[in-house]
């Protein structure tokens, strides 16, 4: 073991070098953009009218999106056409806007408007700080439950809605999760879908935005949520959210939510309030470019798995070779995704992030993966390795490595 003055002199070292590496946010790197630069022109003039009949220039259409795209997107999430919205450039907004709507309509068969009922929604932790942000920003009381390698611990989900009807959903992300790359187990899902709820409009909201992102050759594909509830006899429980902000462009691909027909028919009516419909260009060029592309959304995302999973393998290369065996820290490896997550032994996450930043390396803040950004016990580490070229991810992993041991080491020393 080295001391800490050891320690401290490699670490200057790095000061020299005037590095500037970010691992923030999970975003994909220009080279997986350049995978659907095609995507740019793959709508011309002869493309006017849909194979449907559908003219992407005018306001018919409605507002669950093309059937093109619905027919195109169905499988992403596993579902049928006629059970998917295909929206706008991104899934968060439609979180938002199933909420609002459950807030001050209720879902279909809410007794009343969820607002009325000062509403908790469960996340799990960690998680993806928007969630928290989102639920919280719209009023509902977060209600935490740990994170598991099955997803959502059941037992602490199950005793919390069977006693508290003013818990209205859980809000969590099934398949490779934000930030563990841990999915649910087929056993977690058919808990979910079968558990006695409090709430008569318990709702489960599943964010699955890393359906197809496979890293491995194993695609982690759990039971359905919409088909388990459907077999549980709670057909209106799910509603699923996906999107292609990983698949084509982020931010500028489309949204969309998934969940029973019946479901699907209330929430359009509130949403069909607000907007005719979405845009259309869009869907339809997605639709040409993804339906030409070589295997299709598969192919794309072999494509995408190219790339990104030498930069996951070099984390996991870096972290065993400097901190394996030493007990001060663990972290997952993910079978799919945009992120590690790193738990510190000591409580000295904010330390390692702000020593990284010191010496140019920006890590996505300590605490983001807990409500109000808050980790009590100081441990948790998102990494995000997607957006760096190769060589930076690596670098920027043997700084971290580096800082986890030394703020181990000054702590101990305290
Ligand atoms: C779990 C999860 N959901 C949603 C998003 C954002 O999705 P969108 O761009 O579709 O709003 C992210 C982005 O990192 C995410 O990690």
Redesign the pocket.
Known sequence: MSTVAELRAQYDAYKALNLKLAMT??QPADENFDLSNDMLTAVTTDDLVTPSGVSIRNYPGGIFGLPEARELFAPVLGVKPEEILVGNN????LMSSVFTWALLQGMKDSPRPWIQDAPKMIVTIPA?D?HFKLAAGLGFELVTVDMTSEGPNMDQVEALVKADDSIKGIFF?PVYS?PTGDSVSDETVRRLVSMETAAPDFTIFA?N??AVHHLTEEEVEPLNLLRAAEDAGNPDRVVLFG?T?KVTF??AGL?FLATSVANLAHLGKLMGLASIGPNKVEQYRHVRFLQSYPGGIKGLMANHRAILAPKFQAVQDILTEHLDGTGLATWTDPKGG?FISLDTSRPVAAEVVALAKEVGVALTPAGATFPGGVDPNNSNIRLAPSRPPLQEVEKAMEIVALCVKLASAEYDAK
């Open positions: 946010r999970g991104a899934s968060l907004i993806y928007r992300v934000n964010d935005a890393y999107s902000s982020a931010g949204g945009y």
